[in-house]
C-alpha cells in the first residue's frame, strides 16, 4: 500500500536556512528545493504604485555601503525598497526585496503555486489579479483577503476566474456563507485546533488550513485531517512531514 500526504503543504514567507531572509526568493525557491507545494507571500504597494513583497509596513536591510536602511514601503518609490539588501551569502547570493511579478515568475518556472496576502486589502485585489494573469499563474494563487470579504473575492473572480481564496477562521466562513463554491475556493486559517472550532468551519462548508506549524505541533494538527499545512518559514516541513507518513499504518 502507498502512503502519501493528502493536504497542501504551504511554507510561509518561504523556508529559512542559514543566512537566508524570509520573503526573499532564495527563501521561495528553497521551499520549493525541499518540495513545498505553495508557497505565502506578502503583497504591497510602494508609492508609486509597484506590488513588492515585504510582510511589515517597513523594510529593514542593508544599502550598498552596507549601512542600516528603514524605510516605509508605501512612502518610498519602489526603485530605493528593491535596492534594500536583505541577507548576502556564498551560496545563494546578495538578496533583496522582491517584487510580486518576480515572485510569480519563479512560481511559473517552479510549478509552485502562491498564496498571496493583499496587505492593502480591497485596494490591491484587482492590481494583483492582474499581475497574476500576467504572469500566467491564475488558477495557481490563493488570495489571502484580509478582509476585504465578497467584494474582494468578486473582483478577482472577474480577472481570475478559477480563484480561491483564504481568510481568518470562522469569521471568514460566515463571510462566505451564500457563496455557492465555497468548498471549493475558500479555505479558513486558524491556528485554533479544538474539536469546537474546527467543527464550525467544516459545518460552513469551507476548507480548512492549519497555520503557525512546527516540530512541536504538527503531529497533534494533522490529525484534524486540514486540506492545508501552512509551516514557520524556520520549519522544516520536509522532515516533519516524512516522520509523519513513516508512523502510518493503514492496517
Not at 21 to 48: P, Q, V, W
Not at 63 to 81: F, H, L, M, S
Not at 148 to 165: C, H, N, T, V, Y
Request: aromatic share 8%; with cysteine; proline share 2%.
Amino acid at each position: 500500500m502507498s502512503i502519501k500526504k493528502n493536504w497542501i503543504t504551504s511554507a510561509h514567507r518561504g523556508f529559512v536556512d542559514g543566512t537566508l531572509k524570509e520573503n526573499s526568493l532564495a527563501a521561495y525557491y528553497n521551499a520549493y528545493l525541499n518540495g513545498a507545494d505553495m508557497i505565502e507571500t506578502d503583497a504591497r504597494f510602494t508609492c508609486d504604485g509597484v506590488l513588492v513583497v515585504n510582510h511589515d509596513a517597513t523594510v529593514t536591510g542593508f544599502n550598498e555601503r552596507g549601512e542600516r536602511v528603514t524605510y516605509i514601503v508605501a512612502e518610498t518609490p519602489a526603485k530605493t525598497v528593491c535596492s534594500v539588501i536583505l541577507s548576502k551569502d556564498d551560496v545563494w547570493g546578495t538578496q533583496r526585496v522582491p517584487t510580486l511579478e518576480q515572485v510569480l515568475n519563479l512560481a511559473y518556472h517552479t510549478g509552485l503555486h502562491v498564496n498571496i496576502d493583499l496587505k492593502n486589502g480591497y485596494e490591491s485585489a484587482e492590481p494583483v489579479a492582474k499581475a497574476v494573469l500576467k504572469c500566467g499563474m491564475q488558477g495557481k494563487i490563493v488570495y489571502a483577503l484580509n478582509g476585504s470579504g465578497m467584494k474582494g473575492i468578486e473582483a478577482i473572480l472577474a480577472i481570475d476566474p478559477d480563484a480561491r481564496f483564504i481568510d481568518r477562521g470562522v469569521g471568514f466562513a460566515n463571510t462566505v456563507s451564500g457563496f455557492s463554491e465555497r468548498g471549493k475556493r475558500c479555505f479558513c486559517y486558524t491556528d485554533d485546533v479544538s474539536e469546537e472550532n474546527i467543527n464550525a468551519i467544516r459545518n460552513a462548508g469551507c476548507l480548512l488550513a492549519l497555520i503557525s506549524l512546527n516540530p512541536d505541533n504538527f503531529e497533534s494538527a494533522i490529525c484534524r485531517k486540514p486540506d492545508m499545512c501552512e509551516f514557520l518559514h524556520s520549519s522544516d516541513f520536509k522532515a516533519i512531514e516524512e516522520n509523519y507518513l513513516k508512523k502510518i499504518r493503514l492496517y
